[in-house]
């Protein structure tokens, strides 16, 4: 089936450095979509990209789908103590065993203040 | 504003034990899925559904059962539980299959003694 390769798995940062991390796949996606989830909650969708070479801005997150469309990252400026949580990459394509979320494994974010 | 709900959010069942993993959600969403976060393995489908009636398998199904009778209410059944099978549970849910955005519960921790 389809994998995402996610990277880095982890990060420790001190509060106010720049974050990033990417995906790639050895598939095309038709969206990609990136989630957060903090301890003992369900994953929350950040940004959603819906075309090739598309870049999208969600306050101090901002994530590009590649124009191959099997890639994308997510850059988070100027880290805060509440960005702590697990980041999760996730592709999606249409229709029939292909319409579902396919997740990347994590990017386990630590702030330090 | 309920979104979508899991019960229980916690459960130790022993090996060979039965058990239903409720998931209800009230935003009348076709699409429906589970899915199984094991740590650094990200989150992987086990069964998902596109409407009231339909069903069908993800990328680890064995060992669980869905039915999906009302639009509502998406169960997901462990007939003969396996220490495999410890694991959290998310089930997510959007208004049709592909569209972006999915809703995800808080989650069902489960272990498998």
């Known amino acids: 089936g389809q994998q995402l390769n996610q990277s880095p798995q982890s990060m420790f940062i001190q509060e106010g450095e720049d974050v990033s991390m990417n995906c790639t796949s050895s598939?095309?996606?038709?969206?990609w979509l990136w989630y957060k989830q903090e301890p003992g909650e369900g994953p929350v969708l950040l940004i959603a990209l819906y075309k090739a070479g598309e870049l999208t801005s969600n306050g101090r997150l901002t994530a590009q789908f590649g124009i191959t469309r099997k890639d994308s990252f997510l850059n988070i400026s100027a880290s805060i103590p509440s960005d702590v949580g697990i980041y999760f990459c996730a592709g999606l394509n249409y229709g029939g065993s292909q319409g579902n979320l396919i997740f990347g494994k994590g990017t386990k974010l630590s702030v330090k203040p | 504003n309920a979104g979508v709900t899991q019960t229980p959010k916690f459960q130790v069942l022993k090996t060979g034990q039965s058990m239903t993993l409720q998931c209800a959600q009230d935003?009348?969403?076709?699409?429906m899925s589970w899915y199984r976060q094991d740590p650094g393995m990200g989150l992987r489908l086990i069964h998902y559904s596109v409407g009231a009636g339909i069903t069908d398998q993800g990328e680890v199904p064995n060992g669980y059962n869905v039915s999906r009778s009302t639009t509502e209410d998406f169960p997901l059944r462990l007939l003969s539980a396996a220490p495999s099978q410890t694991s959290v549970y998310f089930c997510?849910?959007?208004?049709?299959?592909?569209?972006?955005?999915?809703?995800f519960g808080s989650g069902t921790r489960l272990t498998v003694v």
């Open positions: 997510a849910s959007s208004y049709s299959q592909g569209a972006f955005g999915y809703t």
């Open positions: 935003m009348n969403h076709e699409y």
């Open positions: 598939s095309i996606f038709n969206t």
